[in-house]
Structure formats: C-alpha cells, structure tokens
C-alpha cells in the first residue's frame, strides 16, 4: 500500500507545474552548458598550420626547407586568411617591400607566384650576367611580337665612311620581360592594350659591355652637337622563331659578328675620357594589390 501511495505522490510531483518548470530549465542549462563546452573545445583544439622556420625576405623563393609545423589554436585562425598546407607555399616568393618573421604564419598577401612578383625578370638573370633595359615601342617591338621566353637577334645600323653598316651584332638573345612605361607587364594576362616601352634581358659581361659602349658612343654623339666623325648606332632587336620551355636546354647568347664588334670597340676607344654612356630607360615598379 506505501508503494502505491509513492507511486501517487510521484505521479502528482511529475504533473505538477512546478516541476515541470524546474524540469525544463535544468533542461535548458544542460543544454547551453553541452554547446557551450563543445564551442570552447573546438575554438580551443590544436589546429597544425605551416610557419617560417627562418626570417624569409622579399622576393626569397620558399623551399620545403623554410617550412615547419606548429599548433595553434583553432580560434586564433578565424577570420586569418592563411595558408593552411605547405603545398600551397613551396615554389612561391615572399611578395616585395614583404618580411614573413621566423614563426610567423603565411598570409596571402605575403606570398606570391613568380609570374606575380613586378620584377620577376631579376630572378632569371644567368649567373655571370647582367639586366638590361632595351627602349621599344609598338613599331620596334614588331607590334608585340617580342615576348617573355622566346630569343631575338640584336642588330646594329650605322654609317663609316658615309656608308650604311648594318649587321647582326648578338644572337640568341632570350627575352626575360616586357614592361609599359609605367611598369606594368606588358603580357600578364590583362584585357587592357598596353603599350611596350622596354625589354628585358640579361647578357654575359662582354656582351652587355658592348651594348653599353654603344650608348656611350651614342651620348658622345649627341653631346659633341654633330662636330665629330661619331654616328649613332641604333640598336635593333628582331624576333626569331626560337622560344624557350621549362625543361629544354636554354640556348645561350653570343657574338654573331666580330666585325661589328671590333667596330664597337674601336669607336669606344676613341671616346674623351669623361663621357657616359647613356643610362639605360627607369621603369617604375609596378606593386603587386
């Protein structure tokens, strides 16, 4: 009989309004306190993200060997745009004017493709050899014909002894970049027209010295107002049909005439002490945004 009386009361409490109220709300704490600690436990569970093992500078190009692993906690990379895998950042560059600390994650904006960086040419430049800025327009530049990877000849016109010289100085030369005057790549992939203004491209030190003896030859000529026996030598690329592919054997250049080299030298040597050579064309650099 006291079971049963239990039973009742018990079936009365369950019925009652307060113990349904008292019911749900602890209900309810259970539930917020469940999500709540789900919530801190995610925002707080290890997340391994990849960061630089060593200071890495402008224009470095990031190897497997730059790389190491941290954890870090989820929360701290909400909101963080970042690379979360070493296979988005191997064979990238950290972008210019860009220092990613030692420890420090890698942000977008801080890493770039080579095709990316605003004066990617640098990179390419052959050891033992020099850049060299070549003014063009549309007309010279063969209507933008001249471009990244393919190989043009480099020509010379002039006059001795009143009469035309005209000849292949240099062959084989591989163009590294085309820029406007505002330095913007001429071929990046834009819808805008753009306009060459130079060429890029780097040489072994005899070669780029010739080019450089020609603009000192030209700048005495044009100094001396015409009372010398100096012609401008106009420098004139030509395009080839030869181009330049990841995993074929570059093609060096070289000098196609010793006529017109041993011209240039002589011309140069004759030259006051005193006179510059021209200075090459300045391209601003164009900031990647």
Known sequence: MNNNLNASKLKN???SKGFVTGLCAFLAVAVLLIAYNLRINSATKPVRVPVAKERLTAR????????????????????????????????????????????????????VSKDELPDEALLSVGEGETLYYLTVNML?????????NRYIDIYVSTEENDKAVVGKLLTNV??????TSDGKNVFDNSKESRVPYV????????????????????NYSITAGGSNSFSRIEIIPVPTTAFFKDGDEE?????????????VLQLSEEIPEGVPDLPMPTVPTEKTE
Do not use: C, W
Request: net charge neutral.
């Open 174 to 179: 591989k163009v590294l970049q085309v820029k």
């Open 140 to 148: 010279t530049s063969y209507t933008n014909s001249i471009i990244p």
């Open 199 to 218: 060429i890029m491209f780097s040489l072994p030190e005899d070669q780029h010295l010739l080019l450089r003896k020609i603009n000192a030859i030209n």
């Open 13 to 15: 409490l369950t019925k």
């Open 251 to 263: 093609v060096k250049s070289s000098i196609a005439s010793k006529y017109l080299q041993d011209l």
């Open 60 to 111: 470095h190009l990031i190897t497997e060997d730059d790389i190491e692993y941290i954890n870090v906690p989820r929360a701290a990379t909400v909101n963080t745009d970042f690379y979360r895998g070493d296979g988005d950042v191997i064979g990238q560059y950290v972008n210019i004017d860009t220092t990613i600390p030692k420890g420090s994650m890698f942000y977008r904006d801080a890493v």
